[in-house]
């Protein structure tokens, strides 16, 4: 009989869970993903890599508003990964779309005015 030393180790997988879309202060459209581990999330994209505060962690609503406040964020949206292929959410994402390039043209005007 073998005899097993230590502690048994407990794997944990890192999942992809969500995605969280929101309007950059440029006025890009940032697309966040949303990792979970356990009970510790991350926010990976372009916008670059966050921890999310075990007070945050509980559920997409306060995914959502943690990369508000970190990034900034305009007309955001949290989205389940299951749910990212519905008519409803593809709309949303593209009227998203339209606001960014609406948000980066008027920025641009702004610069413009400034020079």
């Known amino acids: ?11 944990e997988r890192e999942e992809f869970v969500a995605y969280i879309h929101g309007i950059d202060l440029e006025g890009e459209l940032a697309h966040i993903l949303v990792h979970q581990r356990g009970n ?15 007070s ?6 306060k995914w959502v508003q943690e990369a508000k ?8 949206l949290g989205i389940p990964r299951s749910w990212i292929n519905t008519p409803e959410i593809l709309e949303k994402i593209e009227m998203m779309r339209v606001k ?14 400034q020079e």
């Open 1 to 11: 009989m073998t005899i097993r030393r230590g502690p048994r180790r407990r794997t």
């Open 40 to 54: 510790s999330i991350r926010f990976s994209g372009k916008l670059g890599a966050h921890n999310v505060s075990p």
């Open 56 to 61: 945050n962690s509980s559920n997409l609503e």
């Open 69 to 76: 406040s970190v990034w900034e964020l305009d007309e955001i």
């Open 100 to 113: 960014a390039m609406q948000k980066k043209r008027d920025l641009e005007a702004l610069r413009e005015l």
